[in-house]
């Protein structure tokens, strides 16, 4: 069964970093490019980051220089570093995996919530 399973959200303050991890049940994890997405109360769930399989990166503006996206392949992992944090990221965190045979898939979903 594939499974994607994000950790790491949490309450931090403005200014704060977190680290978000998504762990991967798959039998091959390098074909999947991989992104992390959020979504606030009453908006549209949006693309924060993603890194293809790769390598290549891209980021949302409002996150660009704060947020860095990366994977480790042999241990069939995809983290987002948060730093410099602001009330405006918190979200549900989903992490989001797509092959072109394969189709999309997306994780349960990690709160973060920046405030002080």
């Known amino acids: 069964q594939v499974q994607f399973v994000e950790s790491g959200g949490g309450l931090v303050q403005p200014g704060g970093s977190l680290r978000l991890s998504c762990a991967a049940s798959?039998?091959?994890?390098?074909?999947?490019?991989m992104g992390w997405y959020r979504q606030a109360p009453g908006k549209q769930r949006e693309l924060v980051a993603g890194?293809?399989?790769?390598?290549?990166?891209n980021y949302a503006d409002s996150v660009k220089g704060r947020f860095t996206i990366s994977r480790d392949n042999a241990k069939k992992m995809v983290y987002l570093q948060m730093n410099s944090l602001k009330p405006e990221d918190t979200a549900v965190y989903y992490c989001?995996?797509?092959?072109?045979?394969?189709?999309?898939?997306w994780g349960q979903g990690t709160q973060v919530t920046v405030s002080s």
């Open positions: 989001h995996a797509r092959d072109e045979l394969l189709g999309d898939y």
């Open positions: 798959v039998s091959i994890f390098s074909i999947y490019d």
């Open positions: 890194i293809t399989r790769d390598g290549s990166t």
